[in-house]
């Protein structure tokens, strides 16, 4: 027997080989974290909020004033946790959008694009837990970034308007323990709500080797539907759209709270989710990577 016969498990591998050493997930991350886009996303995560509360103070309480429509603009200067709650509904229908479909639409395709997705797999990473990786990696980064942004709106608005209660647009005031409490959950529905369009772009990526066609073709989709819930003639249809509770987690401010919403969202949320990564796996697992 050669010696390299030696080193050859019964499988057909190498001794020594193991899959589940292979791309570990602090590697993956870290490669993810030094790309541009990456420090441009949490760059942009830092400077939104420090934009909004210029453009705030900027704008003249009697304007304000004058819009008879009740929202969360209108007592955005109220303390740091308005402010944060002003954010979120300023980013939500948007903003976050893209950056989950960037995170996760980037994840195959970008690699595809580069010509390394090939080699990466001669490594040999298993496709499977390749994918599995970089969905989690793309998970992590994702909720990185809203975090940063509720720190930050959180830290930045309470140096500008004060570390007070919740003051909802109803009159209803939250003291700061029970708002905290309230505001993470609120941000714990929208990590679950925006994998949505993560998981979207997630499965797009598996399909095309153009990044910008997996995040563009997610956001574009999920556009489509928020235009399509504007209808009212589609009626019940609607409620199973993927933006349909999309704006749920305002429910929290309510005292006592409706939950109903809530749960139907992070339900249906779920099962988009599982459906769009599995689409995903199921397409890598049979496609010919030549890139």
Known sequence: MSSLDEHVQPTGAVAGYRPERTLRLSVELRRQFKRRRTLGVFTLMVALPLILIGALQLGGSEEAAENDRLNLVDVATSSGLNFTLFVLFATTGFFLVVVYALFFGDTVAAEAQWGSLRYTLATPVPRMRLLRQKWLAALVLSVGALVVLVLTAIVAGGIAFGFDAIQTPIGVTLPQ???????????????????????????????????????????????????????????????????????????????????????????????????????????????????
């Open 177 to 291: 323990g029970e708002g905290l409490v309230r505001l993470t959950g609120m941000v714990g529905y929208l990590a679950v709500h925006l994998l949505v369009v993560g998981s979207l772009a997630f499965w797009l990526s598996t399909v095309t080797d153009a990044p910008l066609a997996a995040v563009g073709g997610a956001v574009f989709t999920m556009f489509v539907f928020a235009i399509l819930d504007q209808v009212e003639q589609l009626g019940a249809i609607r409620d199973w759209f993927p933006t349909a509770e999309e704006f749920a987690w305002t429910d929290l401010l309510q005292t006592p709270v409706d939950s109903d919403d809530l749960f139907r969202g992070v339900v249906q949320s779920l099962v988009y989710i599982a459906v769009f990564t599995a689409l995903g796996f199921r397409h890598f697992a049979r496609r010919d990577v030549t890139s």
